[in-house]
């Protein structure tokens, strides 16, 4: 008997553009929400563009979160029992959208995703990243109800912020070969959909790495566009593996072994340079990967992400331990063959 059910959850509106910010009260009275909204933002967010928001709703209320953490979810929760708000809408980067994207999945309430930076795909998915300790938990939620990301806005952020979106999308190409190859050898499910999206996403920014600038509203669009992508070929697949794979558990380590020294994209981006030089050999794409980073200013190397080559190497040699997930790191890399791996891309000097 065939009992296969499928459930997927994705966002209703997705509004990007010039000065979209102004659209977001049109966009939310679409999704028929009632009550009042509580507005999720961080400090630099919060003074760029949170009136605007506010003004487009009645009797809002704000939580300004400093830091990513399990105590600012259970404090946003605190603060969402006094305001009883009907919905969240999370204004900033990935730290207010981690954090209200929990908060409301524990609240039973929707949320809402106003992205001012494309940092990741986490902007959009139904993923949170939360650290904690020296360990970085990544606990399902509900995806976001609507996305309005404003690319006047976005453009105007810190363009390593963009840089380190386009190299958490271009480290999809190995994280989907990971996925491919967990099905042939562990029969893990797969989805072709996600797969296939996720990969030609990747793809797409790889082939038009030149054409994304610093300050042009059309390169940040291109970014956020390809950000949704991805964010749609996690819920299609119900999992982060279309974007995640062994480069996310190289980051992940990262993370541990070397806290706060790089951006979550650019870890990624540089350990998918190993990835697809482990899966495919020096034959492979590997280094239309590191040009295509190269090319939109994103780190390709260890020093390039302010790690010590030692660091990089017991992150690789580590990155299997970590996590229940079946990649072409299963099993682990020794030393020796990670030295030669990272010297071989470039990764780290010879
Ligand atoms: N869910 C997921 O799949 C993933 C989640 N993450 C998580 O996301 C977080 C990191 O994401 P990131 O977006 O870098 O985090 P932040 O929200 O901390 O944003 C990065 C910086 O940009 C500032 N900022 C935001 N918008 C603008 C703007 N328009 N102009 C100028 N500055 C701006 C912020 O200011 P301020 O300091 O005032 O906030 C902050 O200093 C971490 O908590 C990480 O764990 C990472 C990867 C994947
Ligand atoms: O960063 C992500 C996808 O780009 C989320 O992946 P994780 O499930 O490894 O946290
Ligand atoms: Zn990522």
Same mark, same amino acid.
């Given at each position: 008997?065939?009992?296969?059910?499928?459930?997927?959850?994705?966002?209703?509106?997705?509004?990007?553009?010039?000065?979209?910010?102004?659209?977001?009260?049109?966009?939310?009275?679409?999704?028929?929400?009632?009550?009042?909204?509580?507005?999720?933002?961080?400090?630099?967010?919060?003074?760029?563009?949170?009136?605007?928001?506010?003004?487009?709703?009645?009797?809002?209320? +704000?939580?300004?979160?400093?830091?990513?953490?399990?105590?600012?979810?259970?404090?946003?929760? $605190?603060?969402?029992?006094?305001?009883?708000?009907?919905?969240?809408?999370?204004?900033?980067?990935?730290?207010?959208?981690?954090?209200?994207?929990? !908060?409301?999945?524990?609240?039973?309430?929707?949320?809402?995703?106003?992205? +001012?930076?494309?940092?990741?795909?986490?902007?959009?998915?139904?993923?949170?990243?939360?650290?904690?300790?020296?360990?970085?938990?990544?606990?399902?939620?509900?995806?976001?109800?609507?996305?309005?990301?404003?690319?006047?806005?976005?453009?105007?952020?810190?363009?390593?912020?963009?840089? !380190?979106?386009?190299?958490?999308?271009?480290?999809?190409?190995? !994280?989907?070969?990971?996925?491919?190859?967990?099905?042939?050898?562990?029969?893990?499910?797969?989805? $072709?959909?996600?797969?296939?999206?996720?990969?030609?996403?990747?793809?797409?920014?790889?082939?038009?790495?030149?054409?994304?600038?610093?300050?042009?509203? $059309?390169?940040?669009?291109?970014?956020?566009?390809?950000?949704?992508?991805?964010?749609?070929?996690?819920?299609?697949?119900?999992?982060?593996?279309?974007?995640?794979?062994? $480069?996310?558990?190289?980051?992940?380590?990262?993370?541990?072994?070397?806290?706060?020294?790089?951006?979550?994209?650019?870890?990624?981006?540089?350990?998918?340079?190993?990835?697809?030089?482990?899966?495919?050999?020096?034959?492979?794409?590997?280094?239309?990967?590191?040009?295509?980073?190269?090319?939109?200013?994103?780190?390709?190397?260890?020093?390039?992400?302010?790690?010590?080559?030692?660091?990089?190497?017991?992150?690789?040699?580590? !990155?299997?331990?970590?996590?229940?997930?079946?990649?072409?790191?299963?099993?682990?890399?020794?030393?020796?063959?990670?030295?030669?791996?990272?010297?071989?891309?470039?990764?780290?000097?010879?």
């Amino acid at each position: 008997m065939f009992e296969k059910t499928t459930w997927i959850k994705l966002p209703r509106n997705v509004l990007v553009g010039h000065d979209v910010l102004d659209d977001l009260g049109e966009a939310v009275g679409d999704l028929y929400l009632t009550g009042r909204p509580l507005i999720v933002t961080s400090p630099t967010p919060n003074e760029i563009a949170g009136d605007r928001v506010r003004a487009q709703f009645d009797d809002p209320a +704000t939580a300004v979160v400093e830091e990513a953490s399990f105590a600012a979810v259970e404090e946003l929760k $605190e603060t969402a029992e006094a305001v009883d708000p009907g919905y969240l809408i999370a204004l900033g980067g990935g730290k207010p959208i981690d954090i209200a994207k929990m !908060a409301a999945d524990h609240l039973d309430v929707g949320f809402v995703s106003v992205p +001012t930076v494309a940092s990741h795909d986490g902007i959009v998915s139904g993923r949170s990243s939360i650290p904690e300790g020296d360990t970085r938990h990544s606990v399902a939620a509900d995806p976001p109800l609507a996305v309005v990301a404003d690319t006047t806005l976005i453009a105007d952020a810190p363009w390593r912020l963009t840089t !380190a979106g386009c190299a958490d999308i271009i480290s999809n190409y190995t !994280a989907v070969k990971d996925w491919r190859l967990a099905r042939r050898l562990r029969n893990v499910e797969y989805s $072709e959909y996600a797969g296939a999206l996720s990969e030609m996403t990747a793809e797409l920014l790889v082939e038009n790495a030149d054409m994304i600038r610093p300050g042009l509203e $059309e390169s940040a669009w291109v970014v956020v566009k390809a950000l949704v992508s991805s964010g749609v070929a996690m819920s299609i697949a119900g999992s982060s593996r279309p974007a995640s794979g062994a $480069e996310h558990l190289i980051s992940h380590q990262l993370d541990r072994i070397a806290p706060g020294k790089a951006l979550h994209g650019h870890q990624v981006g540089v350990a998918s340079i190993l990835t697809e030089y482990l899966h495919s050999g020096e034959n492979g794409r590997w280094d239309a990967i590191r040009d295509a980073l190269a090319e939109l200013d994103a780190p390709t190397t260890a020093a390039g992400l302010g790690v010590d080559d030692a660091e990089l190497i017991a992150a690789l040699t580590s !990155a299997h331990e970590i996590r229940d997930r079946y990649t072409i790191l299963q099993g682990g890399i020794n030393e020796e063959a990670a030295i030669e791996v990272a010297t071989a891309t470039g990764v780290i000097d010879d």
